[in-house]
């Protein structure tokens, strides 16, 4: 759970994602395609993963961001 968070669109080449600790959050770089999707699943109130690494590279080399929706709200960021 994180306090500030930030997806930003980029175009990597040859990245499915990019994420990176920024301040006192997590930054993701992503894909037009990633951002759009992203954007239904908010909107939608649904769950999302977002695959980070290079897009040839195995499951063992990548990251993962997921995006979850609570209805417990006592585990998330007080601040």
């Known amino acids: 759970v994180t306090g ?13 994602a990019k994420s990176s600790i920024v301040e006192d959050g997590l930054m993701v770089q992503v894909t ?4 759009e999707s992203l954007r ?3 909107r939608d109130k649904k769950d999302f993963k977002i695959t980070c690494g290079e897009m040839d590279a195995e499951d063992v080399m990548k990251e993962y961001v997921d995006i979850c929706w609570v209805e417990n709200e006592e585990k998330t960021n007080q601040g």
């Open 4 to 16: 500030a968070s930030f997806v930003v669109l980029k175009t990597s080449s040859g990245l499915l």
């Open 32 to 35: 037009r395609e990633t951002m």
């Open 40 to 42: 239904q699943a908010l």
